[in-house]
């Protein structure tokens, strides 16, 4: 399992990671359980696009579901290390109709790698669409509208749209942050970016938990 947990950058997680952590650890998918701090361990991060630095990510434990949960901070994503903001600005200068050669260009990566950020946070958009609306709806308490798009780019569009009107309505600061708002929402459900919950590969811990 997998959670987000609002964190507004790198810099002020690497001063206090704990700080961003709940108190205690909750199970995604029976509240009744308890689960522990169990370990963590460290993930390659580049901020700036050129120099890695290691973020730890912590885990807990619920023996009930024999199930690990990672606390991710909102700003990085799973599989990735540029910041969730860069695959967020390619998409959207994507949809804005810019190349992919100049959204590469401008940020110092190979075209085929950006190509393939955006073919997956499409992909992805197709199947988190339907679940994330109705989340986002049941935030701000309107009625629901009827969704007729079959288009990856179009579907992409309006789920960011969607995003926009929840951010502007509970005032979330980052607005080039909304798939980690997207995250924030998904109660473990789902990523915006990043493989389907439930495929994520072992980890080597490193060290213990906190506390």
């Known amino acids: 399992m997998r959670e987000t947990v609002v964190c507004p950058n790198e810099q002020e997680y690497l001063k206090n990671p704990k ?9 995604l998918n029976n509240p009744a359980h308890r689960p522990y701090w169990n370990t963590h361990w460290e993930k390659r991060f580049c901020p ?5 630095i290691w973020i730890p990510i912590f885990n807990a434990y619920c023996e009930e579901c024999h199930e690990t949960i990672s606390y991710w901070p909102e700003f990085a994503l799973p599989y990735q290390r540029e910041p969730l903001e860069t695959y967020e600005q390619a998409l959207i200068e994507h949809l804005q109709g810019t190349r992919t050669s ?14 393939r950020w955006i073919r997956l946070i499409l992909t992805q ?11 986002i709806l049941s935030l701000i308490v309107i009625e629901a509208l009827p969704l007729s798009t079959t288009n990856a780019k179009e579907t992409a569009s ?10 502007e309505t509970v005032r979330f600061p980052r ?23 439930g495929k994520a590969k072992s980890r080597v811990n490193r060290a213990p938990a906190p506390g």
């Open 175 to 197: 607005l080039n942050r909304l798939m980690g708002l997207c995250n924030l929402i998904a109660e473990g459900k789902w990523d915006l970016w990043g493989a389907v919950l």
């Open 125 to 135: 958009s197709m199947v988190i669409i339907d679940p994330a609306i109705r989340r």
């Open 158 to 167: 309006l789920l960011l749209a969607w995003l926009r009107r929840l951010a």
């Open 48 to 52: 700036d696009h050129v120099h890695a």
């Open 102 to 115: 100049e959204i590469a260009a401008r940020i110092g990566y190979d075209p085929r790698t950006v190509s």
């Open 19 to 27: 700080a961003f952590l709940p108190t205690i650890p909750a199970c």
